[in-house]
């Protein structure tokens, strides 16, 4: 294949328009514009059309990468959709949020050459221009129709990547699908978690009721464990699948964690997304204002909360990071963005512990020093901390975005479903199934806190599987 | 679904309403110590409001609130007939609940309501309550009525001496641990009213359980909003209470935390009463 790629000539992959850094800094609108048609068709044309294309391998849905990529060269991009849709409930979302550099661009064989195809920006051009189409016009845009002939209930708990994966693909085969949703919105980490400045809600809101048409009924207000549990489900419906995502907050177990002004990431971009807290007091919803903010942790949990509080007002942001840029876990593009917009990286620190004032409000943190020593399991460089080399950081609104672990509310309930050591739940890596027979789960609350699209492939195999049991395809 | 309203009793106008909402599935599993998290509107906050009574057979459940602002001011302002946006739960754990023998019920205020629920499961365990409410004035005392129902003794305090006896909860409190016999103490109130119970009972080494209400956003355990040191160690009251051991709870830091968004808090119902034709 390698002689495919060097029978052409490799033009650049087409930039993708952006706001400006110094004006996106203080909105909440979409950072990246997306491609136009004739750009999407220009990047389009780079493709190669492998025959053995290796693009899919790095996708967790296995997306026909190369078949809908020359429908977009072709111009025929509702084509292109129906060809994604095969393999993706939700691509307005994953050409967005997907860190394609590690997985399907990753793979791209043009990458040798110079830059991959921008399989995401054309997944995401593709996904609008539909989603555009159907709003302009909602008649033109029927939903799909069952080819299987499977026949059933399924029953989703959460609505996060990987039930809305699992609900789309088993309503598209024909069963009836029930989402117990606990909040008052669907979606999950890509309401509540997500800006967006990243991943605008309306777009998230399509894609959602794109599902609606396709027959899912959506129960909010539902918490998995409390209001509904596996057992009652397991009655009315032939399978469940639990995507609860893994939700509960870790902290960094340092004194003064208390503190008022010390928020996990997952607070601080609940209230701003969920609640809308940017548009308060329009929504009741309270943000905490915060002039010097410091955000803990790399991944790109801590950049969405770094940017959000920039947008918020904050007159300086940190990330406080204890090894260097080049171990940050985020994604390099969203890095990027926060530094063109002035997240500033306190690199190689520490927290040892947060001051406050008589008030118990947050004053400052003081940071150990570190430096890379000996590499550790992962393999990587340890941090250690350099003697005596201590300091503090003035800062009145601190977020801790080191992760998360499993939510005690769902497997507290379901007592006989097998569980890893790290408290996760245990599922088969082929098909989802839990310890209990025709109950699957998958996403987070079964690997730890991870991608959507890995949390979507979670979904997609145990829909797959649901619907093979009830006589689908 | 909206949650209908089935029924209003004004117990402190303007202040203070029971509701009976029309819940059947969070009715059939709704525990004493359970709560529910509500929004009123589209652009509303969620907050969490204790269970003050259920009713499994008929579908229902009854919740007691205080007006401190913007969100409880919309749920006031709804009237038997109205719906209630989005009612999430029952959440927290429930109470434990064993047979101690003699178990005083101490409420203030709105916390009354709650209490209430809690010393109905330790009647229907076959222990005996004792309940001690108290409230500034007589026309702000709650649930006298529904407490008489079943409790074995009843104590009522007011501040003013209007009614009842003249002083704070803590004082019959400390009379009746000292004739002794006292398995249990359940607290539900304001924070300082928990804090100064606390304090009496310590001495008598009597078990002491307070029912929290730290500042929540999902109260499923998920922001980590609500946590409260409770002998040194962080917990999350969502998830791992809202009851806790009163002896162990740092109520200084659950003060300072309540009082996180006053500003905002404040700003909010301001606009929301300008809002009002008639004012508020």
Not at chain 1, 313 to 318: F, L, N, R, T, Y
């Given at each position: 294949m390698a002689t495919e790629a060097s029978a052409k000539k490799v033009a650049p992959r087409v930039e993708m328009p952006c706001q400006p850094p110094a004006e996106r800094r203080?909105?909440?609108?979409?950072?990246a514009l997306g491609y136009n048609g004739d750009m999407a068709a220009t990047e389009a044309s780079?493709?190669?059309?492998?025959?053995?294309?290796?693009?899919v391998r790095g996708c967790p849905v296995e997306v026909p990468i190369r078949d809908f990529i020359r429908e977009v060269a072709a111009g025929n991009v509702e084509r292109a959709y129906e060809i994604i849709r095969t393999a993706n409930s939700l691509p307005a979302v994953c050409g967005r949020v997907c860190p394609q550099e590690n997985q399907c661009e990753g793979k791209c064989i043009l990458k040798a050459k110079g830059e991959a195809i921008a399989i995401g920006r054309l997944e995401r051009f593709v996904a609008d221009t539909h989603l555009a189409a159907c709003a302009a016009?909602?008649?033109?845009?029927p939903s799909e129709t069952s080819e299987t002939q499977a026949k059933g209930r399924v029953a989703c708990i959460g609505s996060g990547p990987a039930s809305l994966t699992c609900a789309g693909i088993c309503a598209a085969a024909g069963l009836e699908v029930d989402v117990y949703e606990?909040?008052?919105?669907?979606?999950g980490v890509l309401v509540y978690g997500i800006p967006a400045f990243r991943l605008p809600k309306d777009v998230v809101a399509a894609e959602i009721a794109g599902l609606r048409e396709l027959g899912v009924r959506f129960h909010l207000n539902?918490?998995?464990?409390?209001?509904?549990?596996v057992a009652d489900l397991r009655k009315d419906h032939d399978a469940v699948f639990i995507g609860?995502?893994?939700g509960l907050p870790i902290f960094l177990?340092?004194?003064?964690?208390?503190?008022?002004g010390v928020f996990s990431a997952n607070e601080y971009l609940t209230r701003i997304n969920l609640g809308r807290g940017y548009d308060f007091p329009e929504h009741d919803t309270p943000p905490f204002p915060g002039r010097h903010v410091t955000v803990f942790g790399a991944g790109n949990v801590a950049m969405d909360a770094a940017r959000t509080a920039l947008r918020m007002g904050a007159e300086s942001v940190h990330i406080v990071y204890r090894r260097t840029r080049a171990e940050m876990p985020a994604r390099a593009e969203e890095i990027e963005h926060a530094a063109e917009e002035g997240v500033e990286f306190a690199l190689l620190s520490a927290p040892l512990r947060f001051n406050g004032d008589e008030q118990l409000r947050l004053t400052s943190v003081t940071l150990q020093k570190m430096e890379l020593g000996e590499p550790d399991a992962s393999g990587r460089r340890r941090p250690v901390p350099v003697e005596g080399a201590v300091e503090d950081l003035e800062t009145d609104l601190a977020i801790v975005a080191l992760g998360t672990r499993s939510n005690p509310i769902l497997l507290d309930a379901t007592p006989d479903l097998a569980r890893t050591e790290r408290g996760y739940i245990e599922a088969d890596?082929?098909?989802?199934?839990?310890?209990?027979?025709n109950v699957f789960a998958g996403g987070d609350i079964v690997t730890g806190a991870a991608t959507v699209i890995l949390a979507m492939g979670a979904g997609r195999k145990a829909a797959q599987e649901i619907v093979r049991r009830l006589g689908g395809k | 679904m909206p949650t209908p309203i089935l029924r209003k009793e004004r117990?402190?106008?303007?202040k203070t309403s029971k509701l009976v909402l029309h819940a059947p599935e969070i009715a059939a599993k709704a525990r004493p110590g359970h709560f529910v998290m509500l929004r009123m509107s589209p652009e509303g906050e969620r907050i969490p409001l204790t269970?003050?009574?259920?009713?499994a057979s008929r579908g229902e459940i009854t919740i007691v609130y205080l007006v401190l602002g913007k969100s409880t001011a919309l749920l006031e302002a709804l009237e038997a007939g109205d719906s209630i946006l989005d009612v999430c739960g029952p959440l927290g754990r429930p109470t434990k609940i064993e047979k101690v023998g003699t178990v005083i019920c101490v409420g203030g205020g709105t916390g009354i309501a709650a209490m209430h629920h809690i010393a109905k499961g330790h009647a229907r365990a076959g222990n005996h309550v004792v309940a001690v409410i108290g409230a500034r004035e007589k026309s702000l005392l709650l649930f006298e009525k529904e407490l008489m129902g079943f409790v074995n003794e009843l104590v009522v305090c007011t501040d003013d001496g209007?009614?009842?006896?003249?002083?704070?909860?803590?004082e019959p409190l400390k009379e009746r641990l000292e004739a002794g016999g006292v398995g249990e103490v359940v607290a539900v109130g304001p924070v300082p009213m928990m804090a100064a119970v606390a304090e009496v009972t310590r001495p008598f080494g009597v078990a002491t359980t307070v029912s929290l209400n730290p500042i929540m956003v999902d109260?499923?355990?998920?922001?980590?909003?609500?946590r409260v040191s409770v002998g040194g160690k962080t917990k999350f009251a969502c998830v791992d209470g809202p009851e806790f051991d009163g002896h162990q709870v740092d109520f200084p830091e659950l003060r300072r935390r309540l009082a996180a968004f006053r500003e905002q808090e404040a700003e909010s119902y301001d606009r929301y009463r300008k809002e009002q034709p008639h004012g508020n």
């Amino acid at each position: 294949m390698a002689t495919e790629a060097s029978a052409k000539k490799v033009a650049p992959r087409v930039e993708m328009p952006c706001q400006p850094p110094a004006e996106r800094r203080h909105n909440f609108k979409e950072v990246a514009l997306g491609y136009n048609g004739d750009m999407a068709a220009t990047e389009a044309s780079r493709c190669l059309q492998c025959k053995r294309p290796t693009c899919v391998r790095g996708c967790p849905v296995e997306v026909p990468i190369r078949d809908f990529i020359r429908e977009v060269a072709a111009g025929n991009v509702e084509r292109a959709y129906e060809i994604i849709r095969t393999a993706n409930s939700l691509p307005a979302v994953c050409g967005r949020v997907c860190p394609q550099e590690n997985q399907c661009e990753g793979k791209c064989i043009l990458k040798a050459k110079g830059e991959a195809i921008a399989i995401g920006r054309l997944e995401r051009f593709v996904a609008d221009t539909h989603l555009a189409a159907c709003a302009a016009a909602p008649d033109s845009c029927p939903s799909e129709t069952s080819e299987t002939q499977a026949k059933g209930r399924v029953a989703c708990i959460g609505s996060g990547p990987a039930s809305l994966t699992c609900a789309g693909i088993c309503a598209a085969a024909g069963l009836e699908v029930d989402v117990y949703e606990a909040l008052h919105e669907s979606g999950g980490v890509l309401v509540y978690g997500i800006p967006a400045f990243r991943l605008p809600k309306d777009v998230v809101a399509a894609e959602i009721a794109g599902l609606r048409e396709l027959g899912v009924r959506f129960h909010l207000n539902h918490v998995g464990g409390r209001t509904v549990d596996v057992a009652d489900l397991r009655k009315d419906h032939d399978a469940v699948f639990i995507g609860v995502g893994a939700g509960l907050p870790i902290f960094l177990g340092v004194p003064g964690e208390n503190l008022v002004g010390v928020f996990s990431a997952n607070e601080y971009l609940t209230r701003i997304n969920l609640g809308r807290g940017y548009d308060f007091p329009e929504h009741d919803t309270p943000p905490f204002p915060g002039r010097h903010v410091t955000v803990f942790g790399a991944g790109n949990v801590a950049m969405d909360a770094a940017r959000t509080a920039l947008r918020m007002g904050a007159e300086s942001v940190h990330i406080v990071y204890r090894r260097t840029r080049a171990e940050m876990p985020a994604r390099a593009e969203e890095i990027e963005h926060a530094a063109e917009e002035g997240v500033e990286f306190a690199l190689l620190s520490a927290p040892l512990r947060f001051n406050g004032d008589e008030q118990l409000r947050l004053t400052s943190v003081t940071l150990q020093k570190m430096e890379l020593g000996e590499p550790d399991a992962s393999g990587r460089r340890r941090p250690v901390p350099v003697e005596g080399a201590v300091e503090d950081l003035e800062t009145d609104l601190a977020i801790v975005a080191l992760g998360t672990r499993s939510n005690p509310i769902l497997l507290d309930a379901t007592p006989d479903l097998a569980r890893t050591e790290r408290g996760y739940i245990e599922a088969d890596p082929e098909t989802g199934e839990t310890s209990i027979p025709n109950v699957f789960a998958g996403g987070d609350i079964v690997t730890g806190a991870a991608t959507v699209i890995l949390a979507m492939g979670a979904g997609r195999k145990a829909a797959q599987e649901i619907v093979r049991r009830l006589g689908g395809k | 679904m909206p949650t209908p309203i089935l029924r209003k009793e004004r117990l402190i106008p303007g202040k203070t309403s029971k509701l009976v909402l029309h819940a059947p599935e969070i009715a059939a599993k709704a525990r004493p110590g359970h709560f529910v998290m509500l929004r009123m509107s589209p652009e509303g906050e969620r907050i969490p409001l204790t269970i003050a009574d259920t009713d499994a057979s008929r579908g229902e459940i009854t919740i007691v609130y205080l007006v401190l602002g913007k969100s409880t001011a919309l749920l006031e302002a709804l009237e038997a007939g109205d719906s209630i946006l989005d009612v999430c739960g029952p959440l927290g754990r429930p109470t434990k609940i064993e047979k101690v023998g003699t178990v005083i019920c101490v409420g203030g205020g709105t916390g009354i309501a709650a209490m209430h629920h809690i010393a109905k499961g330790h009647a229907r365990a076959g222990n005996h309550v004792v309940a001690v409410i108290g409230a500034r004035e007589k026309s702000l005392l709650l649930f006298e009525k529904e407490l008489m129902g079943f409790v074995n003794e009843l104590v009522v305090c007011t501040d003013d001496g209007s009614y009842g006896r003249k002083g704070l909860v803590t004082e019959p409190l400390k009379e009746r641990l000292e004739a002794g016999g006292v398995g249990e103490v359940v607290a539900v109130g304001p924070v300082p009213m928990m804090a100064a119970v606390a304090e009496v009972t310590r001495p008598f080494g009597v078990a002491t359980t307070v029912s929290l209400n730290p500042i929540m956003v999902d109260g499923i355990g998920m922001c980590g909003a609500c946590r409260v040191s409770v002998g040194g160690k962080t917990k999350f009251a969502c998830v791992d209470g809202p009851e806790f051991d009163g002896h162990q709870v740092d109520f200084p830091e659950l003060r300072r935390r309540l009082a996180a968004f006053r500003e905002q808090e404040a700003e909010s119902y301001d606009r929301y009463r300008k809002e009002q034709p008639h004012g508020n």
